[in-house]
């Protein structure tokens, strides 16, 4: 059993930036692919990014990249979602999830999800 919790999420002007964390509970954490998804009020879930459980592949939403950055600590048990140059359009909620197996943006395809923090940006 794998338990989530994120942070850091908060209100900033657009161009500005927030760094996400993830923290997971569980010895196998280290073990599990994750990925970073948001969803905004009256839209579906969208998928913005995933590593691999070593942390040595990352996979980003076309809208996000260049601009977002996944990376994970493993001997922490964290995950982090580091977002620059943010736009209103990112506005949403964002959560974390984990999965076994290979990484993906397919929000089916996870096991473990957090129950999100809130990401606001203002024009």
């Known amino acids: 059993q794998v338990q989530l919790v994120e942070s850091g999420g908060g209100l900033v002007q657009a161009g500005g930036s927030l760094r996400l964390s993830c923290a997971g509970s569980g010895r196998t954490f280290s073990t599990y692919a994750a990925g970073w998804f948001r969803q905004a009020p009256g839209k579906e879930r969208e998928f913005v990014a995933a590593?691999?459980?070593?942390?040595?592949?990352?996979y980003y939403a076309d809208s996000v990249k260049g601009r977002f950055t996944i990376s994970r600590d493993n001997a922490k048990n964290m995950v982090y979602l580091q977002m620059n140059s943010l736009k209103p359009e990112d506005t949403a909620v964002y959560h974390c999830?984990?999965?076994?197996?290979?990484?993906?943006?397919?929000?089916?395809?996870?096991?473990?999800w957090g129950q999100g923090t809130q990401v606001t940006v203002s024009s």
């Open positions: 590593i691999s459980w070593s942390g040595g592949s990352t």
């Open positions: 999830a984990a999965r076994r197996g290979i990484y993906s943006d397919y929000g089916g395809g996870y096991d473990y």
